[in-house]
Structures are given as structure tokens and as C-alpha cells.
């Protein structure tokens, strides 16, 4: 199938696929005779693995490292939960990290009075620069 196949089968665009090939995250498709990509079953199933490790936030390193494990059948399934369980503690971050943009605006927006007068805690609070700090 030419790439815009693979991109309908695996939920990613061509543009995208052409950089994880670009970068050696995915083996380049086979080219046929005249120049055009020609992918396979393998390499769809290849490009959906990614594309699900991307969408669960792992980076194209991480995906380069789980590719491996993949491929590698004496692997241990305790390195493949090491990088699940990072990738836990890094969301667990950015959670707390958005309770508190979250909690700070909240608060802002609650010291507003949010009527036709001009004047704004919100807007003063940013141009202060924050002493709001998240």
C-alpha cells in the first residue's frame, strides 16, 4: 500500500510517517520500481505500535527503546514496566502541575468582578508578573 494508505491505516499522516522514517524510528518502507513507498503488513503493525506509544505521551525515544524490547524476544518484561512506570510518574507531575495552574487561576478569576469596569486582577496579576506563583 503507498503512504497515504498507511496513513488511513494507522491513524497518522504522511508527514509524519516520512520523519519516523527519517529519523530511523520505523525501517523506510520498500520502494517500488517507480520511487513510491510500498508498505506491508509489518510496517503498518510497526507505525500503529508507535502511533499508540505517542498518544500515551512516551517520547520518540522511548518509542525507539519500546521498539526494541519489542522486537527482542529474550527481553524482560520488568525493563518494559520501568518505562510504563515512568511515563506514569511523569503524567503524576504534570497532573500536580496543572492542579496548581488550575488552583492559581481559579483564584484570580474569583478576585475578579468581572463587570464593565475596566479595572482587572486578573490582567494587574499578570502584568506584576505573579506574585501568584504556580
Known amino acids: 500500500m503507498n503512504i497515504g494508505q498507511a496513513a488511513e491505516h494507522t491513524g497518522l499522516s504522511a508527514k509524519t510517517i516520512r520523519y519516523y522514517e527519517d529519523i530511523d524510528l520505523v525501517t523506510p518502507a520498500r520502494r517500488r520500481d517507480n520511487g513510491y513507498r510500498d508498505y506491508v ?67 484570580l478569576a474569583e478576585k475578579c468582578h468581572g463587570d464593565d469596569r475596566p479595572d482587572c486582577p486578573i490582567l494587574d496579576e499578570f502584568a506584576e508578573g505573579g506574585s501568584e506563583r504556580i
Open 41 to 107: 503488513e509489518r510496517d503498518i503493525h510497526m507505525l500503529r505500535f508507535v502511533a499508540r506509544a505517542r498518544d500515551l505521551g512516551f517520547s520518540v525515544e522511548d518509542c525507539r527503546v519500546l521498539l526494541a524490547l519489542y522486537d527482542d524476544k529474550g527481553r524482560k518484561s520488568a525493563d518494559v514496566k520501568e518505562i510504563a512506570l515512568r511515563r506514569v510518574a511523569d503524567i503524576d507531575e504534570k497532573i500536580e502541575a496543572l492542579k496548581g495552574m488550575r488552583a492559581t487561576l481559579a483564584h
